[in-house]
């Protein structure tokens, strides 16, 4: 097994996994600390060590609100940990590898985690990469700044370094691509061979590296889960923020601390600069008018991110990949809200012009939801098949698409909930405190093994770790209006389109 590995800065040395056959390497720099002088800077190269550097536990997490304290699913899901280190230091990465020697050449998954861009961190339960190790895979997860510390943007910043303004979390994700692509062979993977993955924010992370033309040949393919979002209704979704907007946003919030600089700013501690940022913010609210104090989230400064990713995708201008997307059957759900139908034709009118008859004509269109919510469309899944269809016109690689719809036990009785199929694609259900039985294993496997077959080839098609062939999974086409839709009896291929889905399509 490979237990040591010389790395561009030092060796470092890892701990075998439950499964000793596999070597866990946890909490590797990638780059020099994010502090002092470097808060609000793009990441810098990495100082070099002497000796062996122990890597056998995860680095501290991101500055982010204490996980495991509050009530909500995720602090009951896996965010269980109120102990976890927590540090402004914290850019590292965690390789699983199953590799005995370096000339192993491995396909390799980079994996980007979710959480808004305010939470999240590599070391929840869920990403544990041992199961897909053992599918012949190198397994890296990378950590980045979420929130004020990676999205602040401000005239200064922007004066002072041109280059690199904001979108400091990006970079971050992108600082470990390159590590990746320049130290994983020592750890047996195939620098040739990389897929970047991740789900929500990470999903939207996936498809801003994709859509920032630096990256190109730097992966084969991209897995976005639940990251591909816009609203048909009213296009709102995981889209950047207008650069001048995030600079006054920015303005607000270095105004709110009681200093008169960026370099004032610095000095203050950063958790104190956590607990300002929850007092400038709306709560815990997500969204909010971009024009009021507001969440950071990536910025449109037209040096990493040129424009809303799902937009630059559809345009044709994103980086050579493969891609596999989807999404939870439960998430995210669209809706036209209308208190009456004459409101309803009224908005209908005004949102698709002369297609308004031919919305108005299904029966979808006038089905209710509550009081006022008309129309429901899943906001992902319509997204991701119209990118899918983009990608066709234009003669690229075929896009995978998949819809996760299993039940989810539970007295909570969660549906399938936005992020819920993770446990699923790792395979880690064990670690889960929900009731999972046979089917919902057997599910997972099946899932993971799809997942590790598009890794290594960029088709999930092929033999499971079963030794049977899987069933066939097409890729979304015009003429063949199919995905994969995963279930409690398996995976079973999507039949045909929906007239009213096709609608938005278009």
Request: aromatic residues 12%; charged residues 25%; hydrophobic residues 35%.
């Amino acid at each position: 097994m490979i237990r040591e590995v010389k790395t561009e800065n030092g060796i470092v040395r890892g701990i075998e996994a439950a499964d000793p056959r596999y070597t866990a390497f946890k909490g590797i720099p990638f780059a020099a600390p994010p502090v002092g002088k470097n808060r609000w800077r793009a990441p810098q190269p990495c100082e070099n060590w002497d000796g062996v550097r122990e890597c056998y536990r995860f680095a501290p997490i991101s500055i982010q609100n204490t996980p495991g304290v509050g009530t909500d699913i995720y602090c009951r899901e896996w965010h269980v940990d109120p102990d976890i280190d927590m540090d402004e230091d914290c850019l590292y990465l965690n390789v699983w590898t199953g590799a005995k020697s370096p000339d192993e050449k491995l396909p390799v998954v980079v994996w980007i985690f979710g959480g808004a861009f305010q939470w999240g961190y590599p070391a929840e339960m869920e990403f544990d990469g041992e199961r897909i190790a053992r599918r012949g895979i190198v397994v890296v997860t990378v950590n980045y700044r979420l929130n004020l510390f990676g999205f602040l943007a401000h005239p200064e910043l922007t004066a002072a370094q041109p280059d690199a303004p904001t979108n400091f979390g990006l970079l971050d994700q992108q600082a470990g691509l390159r590590w990746v692509k320049r130290n994983i062979a020592a750890f047996g993977g195939d620098p040739d061979n990389i897929t970047i993955a991740g789900q929500s924010a990470g999903g939207g992370s996936v498809m801003a590296q994709l859509t920032n033309p630096a990256n190109e040949g730097y992966f084969k393919n991209a897995i976005v889960q639940s990251g591909i979002i816009e609203n048909p209704y009213d296009h709102s979704g995981f889209c950047s923020v207008p650069m001048e907007l995030a600079e006054q946003n920015g303005v607000r919030f270095i105004q709110s601390l009681g200093v008169s600089s960026i370099d004032e700013a610095r000095q203050i501690p950063a958790k104190v600069l956590l607990e300002k940022y929850d007092e400038f913010v709306p709560g815990l609210e997500m969204f909010c008018a971009l024009d009021k104090p507001h969440r950071m989230f990536p910025v449109i400064d037209d040096k990493f991110c040129f424009g809303n990713p799902y937009d630059e995708y559809l345009a044709g201008r994103h980086v050579k990949a493969r891609l596999l997307t989807g999404n939870t059957e439960d998430e995210f759900p669209a809706y036209m809200i209308a208190d009456s139908e004459a409101e309803l034709e009224e908005k209908a009118r005004a949102r698709f012009g002369d297609r308004a008859d031919e919305f108005l004509a299904f029966d979808e269109a006038h089905r209710k939801t509550g009081d006022n919510l008309y129309a429901f469309v899943s906001s992902i899944e319509s997204s991701v098949k119209k990118l899918a269809l983009s990608a066709e016109e234009r003669g690229e690689d075929p896009v995978y698409y998949y819809r996760f719809k299993p039940d989810i036990p539970g007295e909570d009785d969660p549906g399938t909930f936005h992020s819920c199929e993770l446990w699923f694609f790792f395979e880690t259900l064990a670690k889960c405190s929900r009731p999972y039985v046979g089917r919902h294993y057997d599910l997972a496997r099946q899932m993971c093994d799809y997942w590790c077959n598009f890794v290594k080839t960029g088709d999930p098609n092929g033999i499971g770790s079963d030794g049977k062939e899987l069933p066939r999974w097409n890729p979304y086409t015009k003429e063949k209006e199919e995905g994969m839709e995963f279930t409690s009896e398996g995976a079973v291929p999507e039949a045909g389109e929906k007239e009213f889905t096709r609608f938005f399509l278009k």
